[in-house]
T-cell receptor, first 114, second 113 residues
């Protein structure tokens, strides 16, 4: 079946530190991959996505590259800010369609301290 | 362009009761999905509706049911509430024509006591 595994948190970093949150997946075929962010008390917001192997998604300084050979989609940011404190979810969509249910990882809580 | 609106934002129910959660889809979206997010976990897919019919279901019992209306708004109904049903319930709207265009609401926090 389809599944997503991401590193457990919480992750605590100082402002301007480098961030990596690991994500690996298991899926049949060629899924699309996503990172969602959830700020306290809010729903999910799409952070970035990649739809095929070697694609790089990027947004707000965050990046992730779709690595088919390692079935990974690690999230990185070169310099985190306090405002990046949130829970980050890696997710996959098994098919290239706007109505295919998402499969989420358990989430990684990031706390950035000044 | 309006987003996805869910109501209520919070509610508390007693075990055995029934609850209805509501979701207004983003304008132009014809598909709605519901997810359950237990504390400290990732969202789990409950079911999806397209053109007022259920179009996919996750591993949830039949006491979880839903409706989609002609204006694409939706309801999630849960009967015979159990303590483990306490969670954040998220609604996401999308369009079959727009790949990856999921828009999530802020959720309804349900507490069962």
């Amino acid at each position: 079946g389809n599944s997503v595994t991401q590193m457990e948190g919480p992750v605590t970093l100082s402002e301007e530190a480098f961030l990596t949150i690991n994500c690996t997946y298991t899926a049949t075929g060629y899924p699309s991959l996503f990172w969602y962010v959830q700020y306290p008390g809010e729903g999910l917001q799409l952070l970035l996505k990649a739809t095929k192997a070697d694609d790089k998604g990027s947004n707000k300084g965050f990046e992730a590259t779709y690595r088919k050979e390692t079935t990974s989609f690690h999230l990185e940011k070169g310099s985190v800010q306090v405002s990046d404190s949130a829970v980050y979810f890696c997710a996959l969509s098994p098919r290239n369609s706007g109505n295919t249910p998402l499969v989420f990882g358990k989430g990684t809580r990031l706390s950035v301290i000044a | 362009e309006t987003g996805v609106t869910q109501s209520p934002t919070h509610l508390i129910k007693t075990r055995g009761q029934q609850v209805t959660l509501r979701c207004s889809s983003q304008s132009g979206h014809n598909t709605v999905s519901w997810y359950q997010q237990a504390l400290g976990q990732g969202p789990q897919f409950i079911f999806q509706y397209y053109r007022e019919e259920e179009n996919g279901r996750g591993n949830f019992p039949p006491r979880f049911s839903g409706l989609q209306f002609p204006n694409y708004s939706s309801e999630l109904n849960v009967n015979a509430l159990e303590l483990d049903d306490s969670a954040l319930y998220l609604c996401a709207s999308s369009s079959r024509q727009e790949i990856y265009g999921y828009t999530f609401g802020s959720g309804t926090r349900l507490t069962v006591v």
